[in-house]
Nanobody, 116 residues
Framework: QVELVESGGGLVQPGGSLSLSCAASIDIGKRFVMGWYRQAPGKQRDLVATISATGRDILYADSVQGRFTISRDNSKNTVTLQMNSLKPEDTAVYFC?????????WGQGTQVTVSS
């Protein structure tokens, strides 16, 4: 059973910061592309950021470029999303994803709410 467990969500004021972490129960190094996605109420799940197996290639959604940073530690099988300058429109459930060939795993999600 593969598990991706997200943590670090919560309530934060606009302009604040949060750091999300995803711990994988599998060895993600050298194979899995890791990513963060988010889904706001009534909307589809959208890409936030992805990072290649080596960490060399990173992709951000335009809406978070310059504010969010994705990183990974293959020795610990973890992926982190540092979120700065948060806006109310960043409010969503954030999901961790691990993908390699036909394998596609999702975490249960963690709620991020940006509100004053």
């Amino acid at each position: 059973q593969v598990e991706l467990v997200e943590s670090g969500g919560g309530l934060v004021q606009p302009g604040g910061s949060l750091s999300l972490s995803c711990a994988a129960s599998i060895d993600i190094g050298k194979r899995f592309v890791m990513g963060w996605y988010r889904q706001a109420p009534g909307k589809q799940r959208d890409l936030v950021a992805t990072i290649s197996a080596t960490g060399r290639d990173i992709l951000y959604a335009d809406s978070v470029q310059g504010r969010f940073t994705i990183s990974r530690d293959n020795s610990k099988n973890t992926v982190t999303l540092q979120m700065n300058s948060l806006k109310p429109e960043d409010t969503a459930v954030y999901f961790c994803n691990a993908r390699w060939l036909a394998l596609d795993y999702w975490g249960q999600g963690t709620q991020v709410t940006v509100s004053s």
